[in-house]
């Protein structure tokens, strides 16, 4: 075995298919079969099941696989407290965010990394919450920022900020109301929502609030996707709830008006933010400097009152 045929497995293994990790990896898909067929002759055991959809890990695969992460993560460890030596910290950090979160944060993260740790590589992912608990958990992710997070095994969780949930809608339906003037979630439930598909975070976390006020939404249309959500919206198709900073970037966004949202308590609408590691594999020196330029970052663009 060496160290190139066992990233490439777990690649392959991870995001299961030779071609997506050929992708993930900037390698040929001949170059990676043949070498993670070369560990499976040394082995003498057929570590993937390959079908029309893919690759998954064999049982014997499965095997290798807990231990490949461990020798990997092993090996970044070693790179990084030579690395340290040196003067710096090195090593890949993969992280995870929503969509909305990372127009606020990817652009200041990945500035503010390539200052503190010149050395190191950052890879940003976007996905729902949902999904990045699991990749979080399977190793696919070495930190993800999850919307309303909840406590399971073999990760851990800490709270991190909370973001500004609005009534988004188009501007000439707002009249001559001012930006910031308040809704009440009754008001809101009344109105014809696009709104993402269940489990969504924010949806789950809307209907929990409306279900404290009293009310629940009226789910014009339900599709997943900030950039869909708002082309309905502006084609007159519903209002939405999403975070601030979804309408950053956004190609048209005076077209929009943005109001805040005000709960049962009285107070304006947020959603919490956690960040997710992983408890079985400890952190290492660059993840833990990611995660220290996260937390600040957050709390500068996200904790702000809207």
């Not at 002759?41 to 490949?68: C, D, I, M, S, Y």
């Not at 200052?115 to 990045?132: C, H, K, N, V, Y």
């Not at 993402?196 to 599709?223: F, K, Q, S």
């Not at 330029?293 to 663009?301: D, G, I, S």
Request: proline share 6%.
């Amino acid at each position: 075995m060496d160290l190139r045929q066992l990233e490439y497995f777990v690649r392959v293994a991870e995001l299961g298919g030779f071609t997506r990790a050929a992708i993930a990896l900037g390698v040929a898909q001949p170059a990676l079969s043949r070498q993670v067929r070369l560990l499976e002759v040394e082995l003498r055991q057929t570590l993937l099941a390959r079908n029309g959809r893919g690759a998954v890990p064999t049982e014997a695969g499965q095997v290798l696989l807990e231990h490949a992460r461990g020798i990997l993560h092993q090996v970044d460890r070693a790179r990084e407290e030579l690395a340290r030596l040196r003067g710096g910290l090195a090593g890949r950090v993969t992280l995870g965010l929503p969509p909305s979160v990372a127009r606020a944060l990817a652009v200041p993260l990945l500035q503010g990394f390539r200052q503190q740790l010149p050395d190191a590589r950052l890879s940003i992912t976007e996905a729902l919450s949902t999904g990045m608990q699991e990749q979080v958990a399977s190793g696919r992710l070495d930190i993800a920022v999850l919307y309303n997070a909840q406590p399971v095994p073999g990760l851990e969780i800490a709270p991190l900020a909370s973001d500004a949930l609005l009534l988004v809608r188009r501007a000439e339906e707002a009249g001559h109301a001012a930006p910031d003037a308040e809704m009440t979630l009754p008001e809101v439930a009344r109105l014809p929502l696009v709104i993402p598909t269940r489990p969504n975070a924010i949806r789950m976390h809307i209907e929990a609030e409306m279900a404290r006020a009293g009310c629940r939404p009226e789910v014009a249309l339900e599709i997943d996707g900030v950039a869909a959500i708002l082309d309905l919206v502006q084609d007159g198709a519903g209002c939405a709830i999403l975070s601030r900073h979804a309408l950053a970037g956004a190609a048209q966004a005076a077209a929009f008006q943005a109001c805040p949202i005000v709960t049962a308590t009285g107070a304006r609408l947020r959603i919490p933010l956690y960040t997710a590691v992983s408890s079985l594999r400890p952190t290492t020196g660059t993840q833990q400097a990611v995660l220290a330029l996260v937390r600040a970052l957050a709390h500068e663009r996200l904790d702000a009152p809207c």
